[in-house]
């Protein structure tokens, strides 16, 4: 572009070029945040995934509670008796078996016969 034709155009036309200039600037900034935006927030979701994986692999069942609680309860009421807490393991297990399985009741009752 020669200098003459460049002094040639108005002034107007200039500022509406910078205009668009501009505009296209603000256009890829503004996608450009967008992009970042959204970069973090998939990562963020990803993480968030993640760490309840591993917080539903490390949660104890509720069984695991009952049989403890369970367990701990006979203890108690043994000390209570005056007898020493029946040793932890599997003998105990055994020993107070509907102990163990506190949430069940020992099936006595005849259930579902109209089946």
Do not use: C, F, W, Y
């Amino acid at each position: 572009m020669n200098p003459t034709t460049r002094d040639a155009t108005p002034a107007a036309d200039l500022a509406a070029e910078v205009a668009a200039l501009r505009h296209a600037a603000d256009r890829v900034a503004r996608l450009r945040r967008a992009d970042r935006v959204a970069r973090l927030r998939r990562r963020q979701a990803a993480l968030a995934r993640k760490l309840a994986a591993a917080d539903r692999r490390h949660r104890i069942s509720k069984l695991t509670v009952r049989r403890a609680t369970a367990l701990r309860a006979a203890a108690a009421m043994r000390t209570a008796a005056g007898r020493p807490p029946a040793a932890g393991g599997k003998a105990a297990g055994k020993r107070s078996a509907p102990l163990v399985k506190a949430g069940t009741a020992p099936k006595t009752v005849p259930r579902h016969t109209g089946r």
